[in-house]
């Protein structure tokens, strides 16, 4: 398994060194809350494997499985802990828009708060930006 020395998912977040309350936790996945959250409930959900960013996941099973499990979980955690949102969002953050350079799915139940938050979850297009994660899902079938 890889995990990175310099990297504050890593070591703090997977090694346990930290205050955060881990909302869940498997041998894939780890959950925990935004530390400065967007919306109404802001979770993020990381592969306990140090993985940068969703530019390193290819088409193959093992990427695609991955992807899926992190999005059932958030999935799971926001119908729980947020079963009045109207409106859910997952997904990533495409490099260099990215702040954290450890894979991370943002999961978002609506609304946003401020409501201008809502500019740092959009698609740009060609130029990359948030990608929802059934997209990037899509792009990962083998
Ligand atoms: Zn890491
Ligand atoms: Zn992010």
């Not at 947020?82 to 991370?104: C, D, E, K, M, W």
């Amino acid at each position: 398994m890889s995990v990175s020395s310099s990297c504050i998912f890593c070591s703090q977040i997977i090694s346990n060194n930290t205050s955060t309350k881990l909302l869940h936790t498997d041998d894939k996945v780890v959950a925990f809350q935004d530390i400065n959250p967007s919306a109404f409930r802001h979770y993020l959900v990381i592969p306990v494997e140090h993985i940068a960013t969703v530019k390193d996941l290819q088409p193959r099973t093992q990427d695609y499985s991955l992807v899926s499990h992190m999005l059932d979980v958030g999935q799971m955690l926001l119908t729980r802990d947020a079963p009045n949102s109207t409106r859910y969002r997952f997904g990533f953050h495409q490099p260099p828009f990215n702040s954290v350079n450890h894979l991370h799915l943002h999961c978002l139940a609506l609304p946003y708060s401020p409501r201008w938050k809502r500019l740092k979850y959009s698609s740009l297009g060609p130029l990359g930006g948030f990608i929802e994660a059934r997209k990037l899902l899509e792009r990962l079938k083998p």
